[in-house]
């Protein structure tokens, strides 16, 4: 079992950055493949960013890349999402989720079996 919290959301004017944290309970953080995903309102939930269990293979949403940086510090059983150059489209729930097989690449959010509460990121324009 994995408890996922995010934090770190919050207003920002467009160009300006923030950083999201997920900090999850359980033993078995290390093993997990870890994602972050957004959802506006009224669309679906996208995949923004992923990284695996070992934290050496990231990969990101096309319209996020160059922007936002996924990482992983397993000693502190926390993944973070670093945005940078944000935009209105931008603006967003954000969740952290968790995967068993700790590759990182699942785009689906049904393929994640732990979810955190999600933390608000709003760009102003």
């Known amino acids: 079992q994995v408890h996922l919290v995010e934090s770190g959301g919050g207003l920002v004017q467009a160009g300006g950055s923030l950083r999201l944290s997920c900090a999850a309970s359980?033993?078995?953080?290390?093993?997990?493949?870890m994602g972050w995903f957004r959802q506006a309102p009224g669309k679906e939930r996208e995949f923004v960013a992923g990284?695996?269990?070992?934290?050496?293979?990231?990969y990101y949403v096309d319209s996020v890349k160059g922007r936002f940086t996924i990482s992983r510090d397993n000693a502190k059983n926390t993944v973070y999402l670093q945005m940078n150059s944000l935009k209105p489209e931008d603006t967003a729930v954000y969740y952290c989720?968790?995967?068993?097989?700790?590759?990182?690449?699942?785009?689906?959010?049904?393929?994640?079996?732990?979810w955190g509460q999600g933390t608000q990121v709003t760009v102003s324009s």
């Open positions: 359980g033993r078995t953080f290390s093993t997990y493949g």
């Open positions: 989720a968790a995967e068993k097989t700790g590759r990182g690449t699942k785009l689906d959010p049904p393929e994640y079996d732990y």
């Open positions: 990284i695996n269990w070992t934290g050496t293979s990231r």
